[in-house]
């Protein structure tokens, strides 16, 4: 039974500076990166190849030794120029110098009739082999899913409601065949449903037009309405001892299309946003592709920072860094470091607030578009508000004490308050709107491996 | 302000480590971004962007919407003075009289709890909580005008030190801070904050013929004593200085004898709305205390063993520190009830312990106090049973 899911709670970010739904050409980057750190949870990385190696894309290049079966693979092809290491020897970056024309692995190729007859095993292995594993996640944790795992459902979020988040009718154009393709792969995956929730409020992204096979539902509201924590909480909460896969959109063509066409493709189409870009749009490009082409000319200061994802859950990346792994977004904004006179009693319109104490005027203009910079506006202080954490979370959680729970080591507590239930990005509006201006979303993250590896 | 800026940048290194002053970093700090929102930027990862509120902000949103029974407690007092002594003077002077003596009680109120925040915050590296910048001005307004300036400070001292610092300091703490500051005044020194004497300032003048001086709340306690009407005991009480002194309207405006701030019903409303539309405190807390008060009152008519308990139940709304107890002291967010289940009856227990403690404590006729502090200590017990039914729900699921 498809589900229709209004949810109150939540805030929407309006900032300026959404993409405009056109892609343009930029000149393509020349290196890319696989970024270990991306991948949470990757406790032993292992890398395959040497500087200096040639690499076809969808070459596996990285595994996880604690998860040896899934491999991580080359989004392009070229030579491996640089394996970046940091602090206690931590591998940070795997640099591929781009060729000019890709040449891709090949592997087994199937017809839309071969794919029914598929098994499980068969499924999960060319998964695996193919470098397309990476995109499914389980929860709880939020990691990379075991493939050994029976999942008692896969969710597919078809929507992001994230700050200036790209139209996945835009990023996925075209791709309708892959997409169902994908589809009928992951339903070999689980005993369980494939859920595809979509945005109740806007139209429905054509490759979602005509799917089959899977449950769709609609959720309404702010965000965090596009996540899929908070999706799953409605339709099929998960509770200790279980476990779900999620994976995105984007993913589930990159499936389809690895076993429809015999390549590992990790092109993807990328948004440009935030109100420092001169030009946000759409661009097309590739996994873990270095973000100086899509930036350089394209901002309107020279004081300004690039955010690998939206504003929410993102990360700060250099000028010319590479895009996360899982982002389909970068977001230019102005670097906030700034004193300001006064700054915490001058009555202002112009600076987003989801509070209304004294002098906070952006409540007067819902609609308006806001240009926000990286500054904390505040200093970190002890929890004193209440009740606004609740606001922002439309899950049937308490925030603050599972938080508090957290910092206080108390295993118990997480469980019963239900850490199973989240990760990061479902807290994030909660980081945002704290007065207290802690760092909610490391906390998650702090009591997730808590739990993890306890 | 790029003169200030520079001076404050010169004299940091001195604070920082390895600075001459490395102790007093967080008076500094206070300093600082007392005049400049501090240059800070978000981290690498999470959210780089942040909401322009903080809690400075938030603190001063409580102190504006204190300032309404500030201001009007100001001219009561001069108001009260007046009236007793039978002088016939204009706003203005009123005005002053008060201003004499209530602005002493507020500086010493700021000045000695914010030296002992700021001996706390350098013992214990911790930064200076502008949650001080409220307890500072609630300390003043609930003792009246005629209060020794050492009392003030002491207790303000002692409710900052043993209600807050002893916990861990702000947001920690378990006790409403000025709430402890008025009960120690209470306990420790009754003689200036009880009895009919204490309320109107008269310095060295004598008062005319016929004024007691008392609250509104002793005049229906002795009338529940006397088994007169408490309407009329009101009524008729101390006729001599004001017409109808203690008038339901002179009750619902302010015009009567009592504590700096809490005599104006009128103003905590003000007060509540500012709250309220700001969101800075919980109308839930202030509905639902106001609405336990009138019920219980209610009760207490239903029984009516003596004529107290038959006052109508609407004056208990108006007398006394009631309406600037569930306001201000109340809503307070640490020592409240944190979930949003819980501050509903958190609210409610206070308006009917408020009304119990009235009718039927032999002592003292003003409840609200104790009924908070009481409520404090109850607080975390009713938010425990409330996510203890969260997880309940949760676990119930996992055997479906």
């Known amino acids: 039974m498809s589900k229709l899911v209004k949810l109150k709670k939540g805030f929407d970010i309006k900032l300026e500076g959404k993409a405009e739904k056109k892609t343009e050409a930029f000149q393509p980057a020349q290196t890319f990166a696989i970024k270990p750190t991306d991948f949470v949870g990757m406790q032993r990385p ?19 030794k604690k998860l040896e079966s899934v491999l991580y693979a ?84 078809g929507f992001d409601s994230h700050p200036l988040a790209p139209d996945y009718g835009v990023l996925l154009k075209g791709q309708e065949k892959y997409f169902q393709a994908g589809l009928n792969i992951l339903k070999k995956l ?43 909480h409605h339709l099929n909460p998960i509770n200790k001892g279980e476990v779900a896969w999620t994976i995105n959109p984007y993913g589930v063509v990159q499936v389809g299309k690895l076993l429809l066409e015999g390549i590992y493709d990790a ?40 955010v690998s994802g939206n504003v929410l859950t993102g990360e700060k990346i250099n000028h010319d860094g590479y895009l996360g792994y899982y982002d389909h977004q970068i977001t230019l904004l102005p670097e906030g470091d700034y004193y300001e006179f006064m700054g915490w009693a001058k009555p202002t319109s112009s600076k987003l607030s989801f509070h209304r104490a004294l002098g906070l005027l952006s409540f007067l203009s819902p609609s308006k578009e806001f240009v926000l910079d990286t500054n904390t506006r505040g200093e970190e202080r002890a929890f004193v508000q209440t009740g606004v954490f609740e606001q922002v979370t439309p899950m049937d959680i308490f925030p603050i004490y599972l938080l508090k729970a957290i910092m206080a080591e108390d295993f118990d507590e997480m469980e019963e308050l239900g850490i199973y239930e989240i990760i990061e990005e479902d807290l994030a509006l909660c980081e945002f709107i704290d007065v207290s201006k802690h760092p909610v979303q490391d906390i998650v993250r702090k009591g997730i491996e808590l739990i993890q590896y306890s | 302000m790029k003169f200030l800026r520079d001076l404050l940048d010169k004299q940091k290194p001195l604070f920082q480590k390895g600075g001459k002053f490395e102790n007093l970093y967080y008076l500094y700090e206070a300093g600082e971004t007392f005049m400049f929102s501090p240059n800070h930027t978000t981290g690498i990862k999470g959210a780089q962007v942040k909401d322009a509120i903080d809690l400075k902000r938030m603190m001063i949103t409580v102190v504006v919407a204190l300032l309404p029974c500030l201001l009007f407690g100001i001219y009561n007092v001069g108001e009260q003075h007046y009236l007793a002594v039978g002088e016939a003077v204009g706003f203005g002077e009123k005005f002053l009289l008060g201003l004499k003596l209530v602005l002493p009680i507020v500086i010493v109120a700021y000045a000695a709890g914010g030296i002992v925040e700021a001996i706390f915050a350098v013992i214990r590296k911790h930064p200076i909580n502008e949650g001080f910048l ?64 204490v309320w109107t300032y008269l310095g060295e003048k004598t008062a005319v013929d016929g004024f007691s001086g008392a609250t509104a709340l002793s005049v229906a306690y002795g009338a529940g004593q006397s088994g007169e009407a408490v309407t009329s005991a009101l009524a008729s009480h101390n006729a001599s200085i004001g017409d109808q ?114 009718v039927t404590n032999p002592a003292y ?36």
């Not at chain 1, 890398?47 to 290049?61: M, R």
């Not at chain 1, 499980?120 to 470098?131: F, M, R, T, Y």
């Not at chain 1, 993807?268 to 899509?294: F, H, N, P, R, W």
């Open chain 2, 134 to 197: 409220v307890t500072g001005m609630l300390v003043p307004l609930v003792v009246p005008a005629s209060m020794p300036l050492w009392q003030v400070a002491l207790a303000t001292i002692f409710a900052v030190v043993i209600a807050k610092e002893v916990f861990g300091g702000t947001g920690m703490n378990i006790l409403n801070v000025a709430m402890t500051a008025r009960a120690f005044l209470y306990f420790a020194y009754p003689a200036q904050i009880s009895g009919d004497q």
């Open chain 1, 74 to 157: 080359a989004p392009v092809s070229g030579e491996i120029v640089e394996i970046k290491r940091g602090e206690k020897r931590k591998l940070l970056e795997i640099k591929i110098m781009a060729d000019k024309e890709i040449s891709y692995e090949a592997f087994t190729k199937f017809s839309e009739s071969d794919l029914k007859s598929l098994t499980k095993e068969q499924a999960v292995d060319a998964l695996l082999k193919g470098g397309v594993w990476p995109q499914i996640i389980q929860r709880p944790y939020g990691v990379v899913a075991n493939p050994e795992d029976d999942p008692k459902a896969i969710f597919i979020s």
């Open chain 1, 46 to 64: 292992k890398v395959t190849v040497k500087e200096g190696d040639t690499v076809k894309a969808g070459t596996p290049i990285l595994f996880d």
């Open chain 1, 267 to 306: 092109s993807k189409v990328i948004a440009i946003t935030g109100s420092e870009a001169k030009k946000a749009v759409y661009a097309k490009t590739y996994q873990g592709a270095c973000v100086d082409k899509l930036v350089v000319d394209n901002t309107k200061s020279d004081h300004f920072r690039v």
């Open chain 2, 365 to 400: 006729p003003e409840g609200i106090m104790l009924a908070v502090l009481l409520m404090n200590v109850f607080a975390p017990l009713i938010d425990y049973y409330v996510v203890k039914a969260n997880k309940k729900r949760r676990l119930q699921r996992a055997t479906v």
């Open chain 2, 245 to 358: 002194l203690y008038s339901f309207a002179n009750m619902f405006f302010g015009f009567i004898p009592g504590s700096i701030g809490e005599t104006s019903t009128l103003m905590c409303l003000i007060g509540a709305l500012i709250l309220i539309a700001t969101g800075v405190g919980s109308w839930k807390i202030i509905v639902s205390g106001f609405a336990g008060t009138y019920i219980m009152g209610l009760i207490m008519n239903a029984f009516a063993a003596n004529e107290f308990m038959a006052m109508p139940a609407h004056y208990h709304l108006v007398m006394g520190g009631v309406a600037f107890g569930i306001v201000f002291m109340a809503t307070d967010p640490v020592s409240a009830s944190q979930t949003e289940k819980g501050k509903w009856l958190y609210g409610l227990l206070i308006g009917f312990l408020t009304v119990i403690i009235r």
């Open chain 1, 190 to 232: 689980t005993s369980g449903k494939i859920h595809l929730n979509l945005d109740q409020d806007s139209e429905v992204s054509p490759v979602y037009a005509g799917v089959q096979g899977v449950e769709v539902n609609k959720f309404s509201g702010p965000h965090p309405a596009g996540n899929v924590g908070v999706q799953i």
